[in-house]
């Protein structure tokens, strides 16, 4: 074998290796118990569950799945089709690790994925929590739930070639403009603008073109998993309008009898910062009554 025939066969190994190893999920474990995951929303990292980790690794198992390319995690080689990656990651990490019947918590984009993995038969999961991320994202934008995916599909196209045009600076000012409807927590602007900041334009763009895209609310009949929607409606001051947005998202997931709604008029997007005690009393109830 020739010197430059080695030499090749090393570059090609190298790069396979490279490439495989570029996993779209990476995960840390706490606590010991039946085995709990929390996944952050979109262009967020890990440190957003931390607190709330904390509280639950004393009863369970908690494993802090973070997305390649949110935040400081570096983006995987799927970028473009990140959701549905990490979708099928997540499943192969519960069942490679022998995971039996976890319960998966996900914040907003995260809650999305809470819907579709507790619609996947191969996570094989107890229950699933959803915090803020509704099965369809569309109604958000023009309050009624008659909007369908066609509706905002030129818009979907046009905010992922806008994400995945965008320099750091970009993100930051698209970040900036709605942070008041994040958080009542002023000094966590920072953090979720500096999360932003970090992460990955391609990743970015491709999520919110699949969240935009993604309407689960007709699979939802044939949901048997225990679900509960944890709504925040903190940004809102006045009670109809609470009330409103309550009904938004009861309507979203009337097809199931397996779906509860809890809302919280208090706390904003970020519940796990703005209301940590009610948060985590409501999970563990949840997971105690129900799942």
């Keep these: 074998m020739t010197f430059l025939i080695k030499t090749f066969i090393v570059i090609l190994l190298f790069v396979c290796t490279f490439t495989w190893s570029k996993e779209c999920i990476t995960y840390h474990v706490s606590g010991n118990g039946q085995a709990v995951i929390l996944m952050p929303g979109f262009v967020s990292d890990e440190t957003v569950w931390q607190d709330m980790a904390a509280r639950l690794s004393v009863d369970y198992q908690v494993h802090q799945i973070a997305i390649a390319g949110f935040g400081k995690n570096p983006a ?29 918590i996900g914040h907003s984009l995260g809650g999305l994925l809470a819907f579709k993995l ?31 995916v066609s509706d905002l599909q030129h818009q979907a196209k046009y905010l992922k070639a806008m994400y995945q045009s965008a320099s750091q600076q970009d993100i930051e000012r698209m970040t900036e403009q709605g942070i008041a409807i994040q958080t009542n927590l002023v000094d966590k602007y920072s953090d979720i603008v500096e999360m932003a900041s970090k992460s990955d334009p391609t990743t970015a763009g491709s999520a919110i073109y699949s969240v935009m895209t993604t309407d689960l609310r007709r699979q939802l009949d044939t949901l048997n998993t225990p679900m509960l929607l944890i709504g925040a409606s903190g940004g809102f001051n006045k009670h109809e309008d609470h009330v409103s947005v309550a009904a938004l998202y009861q309507a979203q997931i009337s097809s199931s009898d397996n779906v509860k709604l809890i809302m919280n008029t208090q706390g904003r997007h970020f519940l796990m910062w703005d209301q940590p005690k009610w948060l985590a009393k409501t999970i563990v109830q949840f997971i105690k009554d129900d799942i």
Excluded: M, W
Excluded at 80 to 100: A, G, K, M, P
Excluded at 126 to 132: F, K, L, P
């Design 76 to 104: 995987c080689n799927k970028a473009d089709t990140i959701l549905q990656q990490v979708q099928h990651e997540v499943v192969q990490y519960i069942n490679t690790r022998n995971l039996q019947q976890p319960i998966f």
């Design 118 to 148: 507790a619609l996947d038969k191969n996570a094989k999961l107890a229950g699933a929590i959803s915090v803020d991320g509704l099965p369809f994202i569309g109604p958000i934008f023009t309050r009624t739930n008659s909007t369908q």
